[in-house]
């Protein structure tokens, strides 16, 4: 079962360049990892803990998330839209996913 999730809505809280700091996390620069971490983590965090099972679950999936957006930075296309949007895409697929591990059977949007 495919569960489609809203787009999300740039309501001011991720900064503009974060697509320019994506650009340098995907050349390797950790200076600028850490921004993006300091900028959307709080975030990020809340979107997990809404879809997921909890703090302590969401703080695993948090790392879980970040890690990967280390490792595919390389993979980030400013064209297919912004750096914000594709972090939020990777959080919730992350914290469905653990969901559904969590509850077999339970649909996402319950």
Known sequence: MTTLLPAPVDDGVFPPDLDELMA???????EAFAEVYDLSS??????????????????????DVFTTVWRTAPEY?????PAWAWVVRIA???????????????AATS
């Open 92 to 106: 919730a697929r992350l914290a469905i996913a653990d969901r559904r591990h969590a509850h077999p059977g339970v």
């Open 42 to 63: 709080s975030r990020v965090l809340g979107l997990i803990t809404q879809i997921g099972r909890g703090r302590a679950p969401a703080e695993e999936i948090m790392l």
């Open 24 to 30: 340098r996390v995907a050349q390797g620069d950790t």
């Open 77 to 81: 296309r400013a064209s297919d839209g």
